[in-house]
């Protein structure tokens, strides 16, 4: 199965935050339709639901080109999308004017290195299963 290497190393990579992403947008859904819990639902989760499987996929791609010039393991690898996405993800929220609590930079020290924790053991067992399934690992 050696066709098209990216578009499996893109679709590899997008299956993961997109089931996520699903889970947590029906938590969203039934929070605010059924609870009737105040949460601006289409100012929150625009970003991660456009951006984040797309990102996934083509770092996933990026790991594929890389891999036969450089040996980096994939956990490091996707440990080190929130080093790049959360400074994107800043800008954009103040781009669009959304409030950001005055917590939140003590907050993100705080769980920024659990979440690269997290990052790499999703892309080390999770992605790199799918790689492993579609034959690009």
Request: net charge positive.
């Amino acid at each position: 199965m050696n066709t098209h290497p990216y578009l499996r190393a893109y679709m590899a990579g997008i299956v993961v935050p997109t089931v996520f992403l699903l889970v947590i947008f029906t938590f969203f859904c039934v929070a605010r339709f059924v609870y009737d819990v105040p949460v601006p639902i289409e100012r929150v989760i625009v970003f991660p639901m456009a951006l984040v499987p797309n990102l996934w996929g083509l770092w996933n791609m990026l790991y594929l080109s890389l891999h036969s010039h450089r040996r980096l393991p994939l956990g490091i690898h996707g440990a080190l999308i929130p080093l790049w996405a959360v400074p994107v993800g800043l800008a954009f929220a103040r781009g669009l004017d959304f409030a950001i609590p005055h917590f939140f930079p003590t907050m993100l020290a705080i769980t920024l290195p659990a979440l690269l924790v997290i990052y790499y053991l999703v892309w080390k067992y999770l992605v790199g299963f799918l790689n492993e399934l579609l034959g690009i690992a």
